[in-house]
């Protein structure tokens, strides 16, 4: 099937959002594919004047717009250059507009080495972080595979919390052998620590990773359905009892401090996303640079940009990545809205029936052209977005 046609040009005063992508990790991990990704020498001269070229080649094509958020993700951002920081932060604040509450994130693990950069990183103008703290148990954390410990976790927190004005931290629950209680305990300390924001997110077994390796071996037993249920219930029971309710299916904040670039993604706004592997949305069209670090090099000296894809999303498609994000918030979708983005007719998106059918149980809610899973239906969201999503 062709392109569609309809394209929607990007809106000029929609504020979006950059994302940048910094591939380096310090060291071998269970997430990261390449092991090119792993360096002990960088040439820093070399990347801050690709991933500049990078930024200038997006921002000519749609440079001009307020500017909301700046994510630096990746292998270990936090491991960047504070100086490249601060130049594309300066450099995107050049090509775009920036808002008055511009949010400017980085993702870090909670390690001592990255955790005495913090301070430098706050001056180059990073003013929330994420931490990978991932639990609150050193079994636990030897499990997941990560290389710190609870006390050097808690110690770049501590850190965090004192340079950044803004800081977010992850769990993940219903790991194997993981009780009411013993969650329970863990999510009180973990809101204990009185950050405005926090993402739990339940342990998934993926294919093709050491976790689906232990299932097929016999050596792991995932969590019952019904008791992670229990935990996510859990979850938002004590969650929302801490003022931090959730806003998103994994994510819970005070009010007025979500995570603005997440909100981006999950409202199908547009950003920018450069480095390799970086994927972005501008007006219809769905981006990709090069994924290997090499190639993207290459690639932004031989054409002044990482870009391995820049193709046309049909209609359907643009409808059914914006429901598909837009029900995982608990404010729900607006279908008119979806409508001018995709081109495709309100009534056309849902299956009028399958929602009407679902509503009585209070699993999802309609009114007008708002369309809400109800906390209820996120339990079930996965069996939910098939039976109403139409396009």
């Known amino acids: ?3 569609d046609p309809f394209i929607p ?4 005063s929609a504020p979006m959002a950059l994302y940048v992508h910094w591939p380096f990790c310090v060291s071998k991990c269970p997430y990261c594919d390449f092991n090119s990704h792993v360096r002990a020498d960088i040439d820093t001269d070399a990347w801050r004047e ?34 490249i920081v601060e130049l594309l932060i300066d450099a995107a604040a050049q090509h775009w507009t920036p ?6 994130t ?3 693990n909670p390690s001592s080495v990255e955790a005495a950069r913090f301070a430098d990183l706050a001056a180059a103008g990073v003013n929330r972080v994420s931490l990978g703290l991932q639990a609150l148990e050193d079994d636990a954390l030897h499990f997941l595979g990560r290389a710190h410990d609870v006390r050097e976790g808690l110690a770049a927190l501590e850190v965090a919390q004192s340079v ?12 194997p052998g993981q009780s009411e209680a013993d969650w329970e305990a863990e999510l009180a300390r973990g809101l204990s620590f009185g950050t405005d924001h926090l993402s739990l997110y339940q342990l998934t077994i993926e294919p093709g990773t050491r976790f689906a390796t232990l299932v097929a071996q016999g050596k792991l037993s995932p969590a019952d359905p019904d008791h992670a249920a229990t935990l996510y219930e859990q979850t938002q029971a004590m969650t929302a009892a801490a003022g931090i309710p959730a806003y998103e299916i994994s994510n819970h ?6 995570s603005r670039h997440n909100l981006t993604y999950w409202r199908y706004g547009d950003y920018a996303g450069i480095g390799p592997g970086a994927h972005g949305r501008r007006g219809g069209l769905a981006t990709l640079r090069h994924r290997k670090p090499e190639n993207w090099m290459n690639a932004v000296a031989r054409n002044g940009h990482g870009l391995q894809s820049e193709d046309p999303l049909e209609a359907a498609d643009r409808a059914r990545e914006a429901l598909l994000m837009g029900l995982r918030l608990a404010e729900g979708v607006d279908l008119d809205r979806i409508a001018r983005l995709s081109g495709l007719p309100a009534d056309a998106l849902i299956d009028a ?13 309609r009114e007008g052209q708002r369309l809400t899973v109800l906390p209820a239906g996120m339990l079930l969201l996965d069996a939910i977005l098939p039976e109403v999503v139409a396009v």
Not at 99 to 104: G, N
Not at 164 to 175: K, S, T
């Open 353 to 365: 029936e399958a929602v009407a059918r679902l509503a009585p149980h209070g699993l999802i809610r």
């Open 253 to 258: 904040a005070r009010r007025g401090q979500e």
């Open 50 to 83: 690709a991933l500049l070229r990078d930024l200038a080649h997006e921002a000519a094509l749609n440079g001009g717009r307020p500017l909301s958020s700046i994510f630096f993700g990746g292998g270990t951002p936090s491991l960047m250059p504070p100086q």
């Open 106 to 108: 980085l993702e870090a």
């Open 164 to 175: 950044f004005g803004r800081v977010n931290f992850d769990l993940i629950y219903a790991r």
């Open 1 to 3: 099937m062709s392109p």
């Open 9 to 12: 040009a990007p809106d000029a």
């Open 99 to 104: 808002t008055t509450d511009i949010e400017i």
